[in-house]
C-alpha cells in the first residue's frame, strides 16, 4: 500500500483510499446478506459492478473525506470499510462495515474512534452524526462506545433509523 493512499493508522490497522484495485474485497464484503442486512444497499451483482462503483467514488477528491478501506497491520487483510460522508444538507456522518468474522473484535469501534478524531482534528466538524436502523444493535453499541448519543428518529435511505450525534470536544 502506497503512503499517499493512506490516511489513518490505529493500533490494529490502517484506513486508506478505495480505489478500483479494491473492487473484489468490496464485491465479497457486499455479497454477505447479513453484513448489508441493515444498510438499504442491495449488493453487487458482480466484482465488475463492484469496480463501476469504486472508479465513480467521487467523495476523496470532491469532499477530501469518504469511507475508507480498513486493513489488518499485522497481514494487510481487507477487513471492511470505515469512513465520514459529507451529505447534501452539510452533515457528516460516520458509517462502516465490516467482514462477518471480524464481528465482535473491536476493528469498528477502533477504526471509527479514530474517524471521529479525524473529524475533530483534521476537519475542525463541530460535530459528527451516525445513522443507524432501529434492529441494529451492534451498530448503536459502536456508536456509543465512540461517544455519540442518541439524537432522534429519521428516515434514512427510506428506512426508519435512529440518529445518533457527537458533539466537538470543548477543549479542541
Given at each position: ?155 434514512c435511505d427510506e428506512h426508519p433509523a435512529k440518529c445518533y450525534r457527537i458533539n466537538r470536544p470543548e477543549n479542541q
Open positions: 500500500m502506497t503512503d499517499r493512499r493512506i490516511v489513518l493508522n490505529t493500533q490494529r490497522t490502517y484506513l486508506y483510499k478505495l480505489d478500483i484495485d479494491d473492487a473484489s474485497s468490496l464485491f465479497i464484503l457486499n455479497s454477505d446478506p447479513e453484513v448489508i442486512k441493515y444498510t438499504g444497499d442491495p449488493a453487487f451483482s458482480n466484482e465488475k459492478e463492484a469496480e463501476k462503483f469504486l472508479a465513480a467514488y467521487s467523495d476523496y477528491t470532491q469532499n477530501g473525506i469518504g469511507r475508507w478501506g480498513v486493513r489488518q497491520r499485522l497481514n494487510d487483510e481487507f477487513i471492511g470499510w470505515c469512513g465520514l460522508k459529507l451529505h447534501q444538507n452539510g452533515e457528516v456522518d460516520l458509517g462502516f462495515r465490516f467482514l462477518k468474522r471480524y464481528w465482535g473484535h473491536g476493528f469498528a469501534t477502533e477504526a471509527s474512534l479514530a474517524c471521529v478524531a479525524y473529524g475533530f482534528s483534521k476537519l475542525n466538524l463541530d460535530y459528527i452524526i451516525g445513522r443507524v436502523m432501529h434492529k441494529n444493535l451492534a451498530s448503536i453499541r459502536v456508536l456509543e462506545k465512540v461517544g455519540m448519543s442518541y439524537l432522534k428518529d429519521i428516515i
